[in-house]
């Protein structure tokens, strides 16, 4: 389960990670940049993810499409953004290995003199239209821009969503998103992965070939993380959408990414919501017949994590109903913590993600991408096993511990989703919010 790697870093900052596997005749080039949407300030969010899009609208010595030239040769390509990092991917045949690096080192180094008004133009109205899709015109699509706020104060870098608020991504001008790009998107804020058929030798000189020449940029300090009071107490919130059935969503916020407490709550979502073995499955589902689903899961970031649970009443129930049964499954595991069993079955499914990661060199979560992220986020490529032992010692008592901790009523932001005219079937004393 160890990944061997070499780690080298250039003159200009760039991290270099290269892993050799001669088992078939691919190479994956992965790159991260350590920004997201954590990087931006209010009144200025969205950009990071506009970013993705502009990447591979074409630099200076290649301004067209990104896909082309390297779909053309059987090359598989994509991107993400999320609160805190931008990660680029290429898997193609061996030959075509330095086609991908020198487009990578490209977007890197020139992408500003082929960035125009009317690419800036297109890409902002299909961010804006990803934006109506993914969001505004999906059933329950807001709920996210509810709870992140409703988690975070305004200054915080997570209370607004990766994709930006939409009159931020309006207003936005060309010379800001040049701004942006210059801060955070060069050598010193960078980390490359060369996974594959490659010899670790060549694959290094090929690296200071293409990007050795590129300039370090300034490193961006940490984001400033806005001083907060103590928790008041639960948040009520009502959302009035246009679904069939009320859903409740009960978040906490939880331990940031390999502190302790984050791989606790992973197996805590595990034990109550994952599959039709799990507590809230059992107790809502099956035996109580009074939600048609229900789901719990820790979403790890850089800075701090959220917990929820996540249940649809059955038709003629309310969420009060839901909210009971929830709240006494969380008091057994307080109280009495979970099974022996409940942690080794879960452990292994914990243990199953890492094997599966194992499969690929390339694409998302593949071991180009789990070598940079550890890198990025740790500082260390090598911290699979680290990350894995995380896993291997929880106990139940442990997890008993986090909810104790972490799951209590004073943090707690409780949503209620109902349908137009069903105000009733929301939690008690819920006060209506408005996203956008």
């Not at 390999?258 to 979502?269: I, N, R, S, T, V």
Request: aromatic share 8%.
């Amino acid at each position: 389960m160890q990944i061997d790697y070499e780690k080298e870093t250039l003159d200009n900052g760039l991290d270099v990670i290269v892993h050799e596997d001669h088992g078939c005749p691919l190479v994956a080039v992965n790159l991260w940049y350590h920004v997201g949407s954590k990087d931006e300030r209010p009144g200025r969010t969205g950009f990071a993810h506009l970013f993705e899009h502009l990447m591979f609208e074409g630099s200076a010595h290649h301004d067209s499409s990104y896909f082309s030239p390297l779909q053309e040769i059987g090359g598989t390509l994509n991107g993400s953004t999320n609160t805190d990092r931008t990660n680029y991917w290429e898997v193609v045949p061996t030959p075509a290995f330095e086609r991908a690096l020198w487009m990578e080192s490209d977007r890197m180094g020139f992408l500003l003199p082929a960035l125009t008004a009317e690419k800036f133009e297109t890409q902002r109205e299909v961010v804006l239209n990803e934006r109506r899709q993914n969001y505004e015109n999906r059933p329950y699509g807001l709920v996210p821009v509810a709870l992140m706020a409703a988690l975070y104060p305004p200054r915080h870098p997570y209370h607004w969503l990766t994709i930006g608020d939409p009159d931020d991504v309006r207003a936005a001008e060309l010379a800001d998103v040049k701004a942006f790009f210059a801060a955070y998107y060069h050598p010193a804020n960078a980390s490359l992965a060369i996974a594959g058929d490659v010899r670790t030798g060549a694959a290094f000189e090929a690296a200071r070939r293409h990007f050795g020449d590129i300039p370090a940029g300034p490193r961006p300090a940490p984001p400033a993380l806005p001083a907060e009071p103590a928790p008041a107490g639960e948040r009520r919130l009502l959302l009035v959408d246009r679904v069939e059935l009320p859903r409740l969503y009960l978040a906490w916020r939880t331990p940031p990414l390999y502190a302790p407490g984050d791989a606790e709550c992973d197996l805590l979502a595990g034990i109550l919501g994952d599959g039709k073995s799990c507590r809230l499955y059992r107790a809502l589902v099956h035996d109580r017949q009074i939600a048609t689903d229900v789901s719990a899961g820790q979403s790890s970031h850089e800075l701090s994590s959220s917990f929820a649970v996540v249940a649809t009443a059955a038709p003629g129930h309310d969420l009060a109903e839901l909210e009971a049964v929830i709240a006494e499954e969380l008091e057994t595991l307080r109280t009495a913590g979970p099974t022996a069993d409940e942690v080794e079955r879960n452990r292994a499914c914990v243990e199953a993600d890492f094997v599966y990661q194992m499969q690929t060199v390339g694409g998302f979560g593949g071991r180009s991408d789990q070598l940079n992220a550890y890198n990025v986020l740790t500082g260390d490529p090598g911290y699979g096993p680290a990350d894995r032992a995380r896993y291997a010692r929880l106990t139940p008592d442990a997890i008993g511990q986090v909810v104790d901790t972490f799951l209590n009523a004073a943090g707690r932001v409780a949503l209620s989703v109902v349908p137009e005219g069903r105000p009733d079937a929301a939690l008690p004393d819920s006060t209506r919010v408005h996203p956008r």
